[in-house]
């Protein structure tokens, strides 16, 4: 059983998100998923350091597995750069370190003053920028040059010079069945984040085929999600944690276009607890959680990654530990 601890940045300051990588370890989690974000989606969370940085303070305070889920290598990075990152960690930490991308928010990738394109651009955008990590991973292993020519991104022949012998995973994140059935074609694995259970089946699906299409064994490939919840010692405190800490998590509309955390705000105004309904637990209960987080994982997730969205991380840690992990089975 695979359950990690996301460590939103958007929400904690660096020194502490390496703190409590380490604390969730020494509780039976086994593996550390890290945001990466420009801003915070509202005011209130206040942070949102570098993820690279953090990622290296997390894995030297950690043993288990590690990535960011998700950066997008469009916009504010080149994919080049993103694919020096990745494959640096993973030469530090051989076999620990995973690649998660996505197609991204304006609320994080419009800052550095780019157009910010549709959907289907964002998303083309994606898949090419893992086709250019895939092609400099790939060659630099065998020690060769490379190049890239495409819609989007070009790159000079060159190699990277710093390369683990096994490159990195790379996991494509979709909330979508036609984003899910490409990613099964051509990445390691798949992310997504906490939704109802029969929409989850159907993307795990379509993930499925596109990897029987291109000759894979999708039970062979990762299927990750990143599960936000809120737990506190009183109902009342869960529900006042997400709606303070987490108001976003009951918007029931895409956000991907919000540019300004500010703007975000106002909206969250209009944000109410049944708002949470089928979209996030929130409950003092941990058998509550548990039943939860063990429908996904007989869903066919082999890795989530839990986010208690209150400010009460150790506590919520501890409380987890002893009484939701060692009950989840296979």
């Excluded at 690649?99 to 550095?112: D, F, K, M, T």
């Excluded at 020690?143 to 190699?159: C, I, K, N, P």
């Amino acid at each position: 059983m695979h359950i990690g601890y996301a460590a939103m940045l958007e929400q904690l300051p660096p020194s502490e998100a390496v703190a409590l990588s380490a604390i969730a370890e020494s509780h039976g989690f086994t593996g550390v998923m890290a945001t990466d974000h420009f801003q915070p989606w509202v005011p209130q969370q206040g942070q949102s350091s570098f993820v690279w940085s953090v990622l290296a303070a997390v894995a030297e305070r950690t043993t288990g597995d590690f990535g960011p889920g998700v950066t997008t290598p469009t916009f504010r990075m080149h994919p080049a750069v993103v694919a020096q990152a990745s494959a640096t960690l993973a030469a530090m930490h051989p076999g620990r370190h995973w690649l998660g991308i996505g197609s991204g928010e304006a609320i994080n990738e419009h800052v550095v003053g780019q157009y910010w394109p549709e959907a289907p651009e964002r998303i083309a955008r994606m898949f090419e920028a893992v086709e250019l990590i895939r092609k400099l991973f790939t060659a630099s292993v065998a020690g060769r040059d490379v190049r890239h020519a495409g819609q989007y991104f070009r790159l000079e022949s060159t190699r990277l010079w710093t390369m683990p012998a096994v490159p990195p995973e790379i996991l494509v994140a979709t909330a979508g069945p036609v984003t899910a059935k490409r990613a099964g074609r051509i990445a390691d694995g798949l992310i997504t984040t906490g939704a109802p259970v029969e929409r989850l089946a159907a993307l795990l699906a379509r993930f499925g085929e596109g990897a029987r299409e291109a000759g894979r064994d999708p039970g062979s490939m990762r299927r990750v999600l990143q599960l936000h919840l809120s737990w506190a010692p009183t109902d009342e405190e869960a529900m006042a944690n997400a709606i303070l800490e987490w108001p976003n998590g009951g918007m029931r509309f895409s956000r991907s276009d919000i540019r300004s955390p500010f703007d975000l705000e106002q909206m969250a105004r209009s944000v109410r607890r049944e708002d949470f309904e089928g979209r996030m637990v929130v409950s003092a209960d941990p058998d509550v959680h548990r039943a939860a987080i063990q429908r996904y994982v007989d869903l066919g997730f082999d890795r989530i990654y839990l986010h208690n969205v209150g400010r009460n991380q150790a506590e919520w840690l501890e409380v987890f530990g002893r009484d939701v992990l060692p009950r989840l089975s296979r």
